[in-house]
Each structure stands twice: as C-alpha cells, then as structure tokens.
Nanobody, 123 residues
Framework: VQLQASGGGLVQAGGSLRLSCAASGRTFSNNAMGWFRQAPGQEREFVGAIAWRGGTTTYAGSVKGRFTISRDNAKNTMYLQMNSLKPEDTAVYRC?????????????????WGQGTLVTVSS
C-alpha cells in the first residue's frame, strides 16, 4: 500500500498550487483521507480531511477559505487546491488515509501515510 504525494514546489505569496495524493496497492474509496503538514522545527499540523464520498470536508482554521480538498475515487486520488498562499504555509505536506469512512484532525486516526511533498511560499 502506497500513498504518493506530488505537486509541491516554490510559489510566491498569493499564488496557488495543487497537490495530488495517488494511492496504490488498495482502494481507499471507502476511507476518509486527510492532509497534514510540518514546517521545519514545528509539530505536524492537520490541514484538512475528506470523507469517503467526498461530500464532507473539514479544515484547519488557518487554511479554511483558502484550501479545498477533493477526491476522485475512480482514480484513487485525493487533491489539495491551495490558493492565496502565505509564507506560513511553507511546509512538507503529507497525505494520509484513515481506516474509517469519516475522520477528523487527529493523526492517530490515520493508518496509511505518504512521504510528503515540499511547498515553499516566498514573500
């Protein structure tokens, strides 16, 4: 089972990026999935999560209104659209899959983790 995050890079403040998380080895269409991030020297932080059918999403307050999570179960892929990026969004972003259909902000709810993709936002 593998989760592969991609799409990170360097962007100026105010810009946009779209991250992808492609799953292989099993289907996650019945599982909630989420995004977390970790900046240098800081703790891992919840970004957002999406339920198995994609109709329910939750976001951290720091990204709400700027970031949007979506998923395409036919492609076994989740996305994170990031708009109005700020320097404080700079971090390694990791995707994760939970065992349940709905999940929240606790990393302990997630069983499968991707390796992460670096997002750097310059001021």
């Amino acid at each position: 089972v593998q989760l592969q995050a991609s799409g990170g890079g360097l962007v100026q403040a105010g810009g946009s990026l779209r991250l992808s998380c492609a799953a292989s080895g099993r289907t996650f269409s019945n599982n909630a999935m989420g995004w977390f991030r970790q900046a240098p020297g800081q703790e891992r932080e919840f970004v957002g999560a999406i339920a198995w059918r994609g109709g329910t999403t939750t976001y951290a307050g720091s990204v709400k209104g700027r970031f949007t999570i979506s998923r395409d179960n036919a492609k076994n892929t989740m996305y994170l659209q990031m708009n109005s990026l700020k320097p404080e969004d700079t971090a390694v972003y990791r995707c994760a899959a939970a065992l349940r259909s709905y999940s929240g902000s606790s990393s302990s709810e997630y069983k499968y983790w991707g390796q992460g993709t670096l997002v750097t936002v310059s001021s």
